[in-house]
């Protein structure tokens, strides 16, 4: 058994303070600066992921920070042209361009390309925030500033961090990865509370009705959590809400079923 009294060997590595084993694992800081790793190995660790991460942070934050009011909107990259939800995405983009606000989305095919092609043909900013994936989602053609991300974690906080608020059309996972953040962050005061629209009544009301029977009705929520999520059903209506709170007026919507 160790001796508790015996003197640990320790030492200060920037923030951190390292002692006995942590020695061996952390190494010496100045000296690994100089020294030059074999076969880039550097690159495979977990210091040079941080730098990373670091590096697209600034990129998004530098790009965007001029771009202006925006609205982020979400939903199916599946939905192709002539899909209602498609021409009603594209509706929503011109509507908010032609309001003056630009449309922010996640820059792939489906309702993300619809409503970036709405705002593009509107004349307004058209963002688009793409994410390297596995079987390369690229670009649609329609976005006229685009930003490539590798981390979705960081792409996730450039549409809150510069969007005035969110449409949410019928979507998968993403989508709802995207919905339930967005939810978690207002609820949690992280960011102010800016409307959240989910778009058709027809998709979105089963989700409501279980919230309230489970979630609701467990006491996991509290009842004004529910106002959190504005549902529409036209694309008029939700430009109405965001042209309305652009120009500083309230702007009411159903909630729920």
């Known amino acids: 058994m160790a001796n508790p009294g015996a003197k640990s060997k320790n030492g200060r590595r920037g923030r951190l303070t390292v002692r006995g084993k942590a020695m061996d694992q952390i190494g010496n800081a100045d000296e690994g600066v100089l020294h030059r790793e074999r076969d ?62 630009g449309v922010i989305t996640g820059g792939g095919p489906g309702v993300m390309e619809a409503a970036n092609r709405g705002a593009f043909e509107a004349g307004g900013m058209s963002i688009g925030c793409n994410i390297e994936l596995p079987h390369e989602q690229h670009a649609n053609e329609y976005v006229s500033l685009q930003i490539d991300f590798r981390y ?42 800016f409307p959240l629209v989910l778009y058709g009544s027809e998709f979105w009301d089963d989700l409501i009705v279980w919230m309230r029977k489970r979630l609701l009705a467990d006491g996991l929520i509290d009842p004004e959590d529910l106002n959190l999520m504005h549902i529409l059903d036209t694309p008029e209506e939700v430009c109405e809400v965001f042209a309305n709170m652009h120009l500083g007026h309230d702007a009411p919507a159903r909630t729920g079923p």
């Open 40 to 101: 880039s190995e550097f690159v495979h660790t977990d210091p040079w992921r941080a730098l990373r991460i670091l590096g697209e942070f600034v990129d998004g934050f530098d790009a965007l920070a001029r771009v202006g009011h925006c609205v982020s909107v979400f939903g199916s990259s599946r939905v192709r042209e002539g899909h209602p939800h498609y021409a009603a995405a594209q509706e929503v983009g011109r509507g908010l361009a032609e309001a003056g606000l």
């Open 152 to 193: 979705f974690f960081v792409r996730k906080t450039m549409f809150v961090k510069y969007s005035e608020g969110f449409v949410v059309f019928p979507g998968g996972f993403g989508t709802m990865d995207e919905l339930f953040e967005a939810l978690t962050l207002i609820q949690t005061g992280k960011t102010r509370g």
